[in-house]
T-cell receptor
Framework: GDSVTQMEGPVTLSEEAFLTINCTYT??????LFWYVQYPGEGLQLLLK?????DKGSNKGFEATYRKETTSFHLEKGSVQVSDSAVYFC????????????FGKGTKLSVIP | DAGVTQSPTHLIKTRGQQVTLRCSPK?????VSWYQQALGQGPQFIFQ???????QRGNFPDRFSGHQFPNYSSELNVNALLLGDSALYLC???????????????FGPGTRLTVT
């Protein structure tokens, strides 16, 4: 089955620092890829997505590019804010008879002023 | 536009009891999925309902069952609760067969279940 591997956390950054959270996947075919964010005490919010190779998803200053060659979908942000403190989950969706999202274990980000 | 709603927010049960969790999907969505999120882990897929039928099931025992109603809302039932069932249960809704939003699922705030 599909699997998603994320960079282990927690990650602590100073405000305005550059963020990278690594994500690689193993899947049948070419899945759609997602980043979800979970703020403390809340459910998951869709942050961005990419549905085919070389697509770049972006939202709220975050970006991730679907790299088929390296089966990766790393999340980046040029300048993090305290409000970005949350847990970030990478997820894959294969479709083609499999309707589930497969998640990584999550990476907790803490941004300090 | 109402998002995904879940009830109750928190629940405390005793081992061996049964529990029912409820979910209303985002307006316009017809598919509901349920996930279990243990502390410090990513969500794990339990099952998905579409057209009132279970379309796919994850690696969960038969103690976990569900239902979808004609208005697309859904219930998750867990029988014979174990301590290990303590987790955040997330409901996600989506629209089947929409190419533009393939795989895109919208999550509710979750129900925190504690089994003592």
């Amino acid at each position: 089955g599909d699997s998603v591997t994320q960079m282990e956390g927690p990650v602590t950054l100073s405000e305005e620092a550059f963020l990278t959270i690594n994500c690689t996947y193993t899947a049948t075919g070419y899945p759609s890829l997602f980043w979800y964010v979970q703020y403390p005490g809340e459910g998951l919010q869709l942050l961005l997505k990419a549905t085919k190779a070389d697509d770049k998803g972006s939202n709220k200053g975050f970006e991730a590019t679907y790299r088929k060659e390296t089966t990766s979908f790393h999340l980046e942000k040029g300048s993090v804010q305290v409000s970005d403190s949350a847990v970030y989950f990478c997820a894959a969706y294969s479709g083609a008879g499999s309707y589930q999202l497969t998640f990584g274990k999550g990476t907790k980000l803490s941004v300090i002023p | 536009d109402a998002g995904v709603t879940q009830s109750p927010t928190h629940l405390i049960k005793t081992r061996g009891q049964q529990v029912t969790l409820r979910c209303s999907p985002k307006s316009g969505h017809d598919t509901v999925s349920w996930y279990q999120q243990a502390l410090g882990q990513g969500p794990q897929f339990i099952f998905q309902y579409y057209e009132e039928e279970e379309r796919q099931r994850g690696n969960f025992p038969d103690r976990f069952s569900g239902h979808q109603f004609p208005n697309y809302s859904s219930e998750l039932n867990v029988n014979a609760l174990l301590l290990g069932d303590s987790a955040l249960y997330l409901c996600a809704s989506s629209l089947f067969s929409t190419r533009a939003s393939v795989g895109e699922q919208y999550f509710g705030p979750g129900t925190r279940l504690t089994v003592t």
